[in-house]
């Protein structure tokens, strides 16, 4: 068992709204699976800015992405909805729980990240403050 403090589930759920583009498309049609990643990291973007500030004042770093694509979303979609939940808050480090929906309403892909706290002049991990983990699990 961890050592790792971890308070679970965070309830709210975030909705971001993302245009597609025309290079998020590929010669099969769809949306290609590099455009997802880019999706996931505008909405986490938008998460914790809303919640934490800006990068600049919550610095953080990828530790983690897994991404289940489940279905297709077809050329001529303008646009995708990301639903952002943080499930985890620990020590360092907060999980994400993410779905990409297609303009029908239907998840297209799945997605679970870790993010690290980050220290920009000692170039590590860093404790998540308890202001700062009060407003995540807001």
Not at 23 to 34: K, P, V, Y
Not at 71 to 86: F, K, L, P
């Amino acid at each position: 068992m961890s050592n790792r403090p971890q308070t679970p589930y965070a309830a709210r759920v975030h909705e971001t709204r993302l245009q597609t583009r025309w290079t998020d498309f590929d010669t099969l049609g769809h949306i290609t699976h590099a455009a997802y990643p880019v999706y996931l990291d505008e909405a986490r973007d938008a998460v914790l800015t809303a919640t934490v500030g800006p990068f600049t004042e919550f610095a953080w770093v990828i530790a983690h992405v897994s991404i289940d694509y489940k279905r297709e979303i077809v050329q001529g979609a303008r646009e995708v909805i990301v639903r952002s939940r943080i499930a985890e808050v620990g020590r360092t480090s907060l999980t994400f729980e993410q779905y990409v929906l297609g303009p029908d309403g239907e998840v297209a892909a799945a997605c679970r990240s870790v993010l690290v706290a980050w220290d920009r002049e000692a170039r590590a991990a860093r404790p998540i403050a308890d202001d700062e983990r009060a407003l995540l699990l807001r």
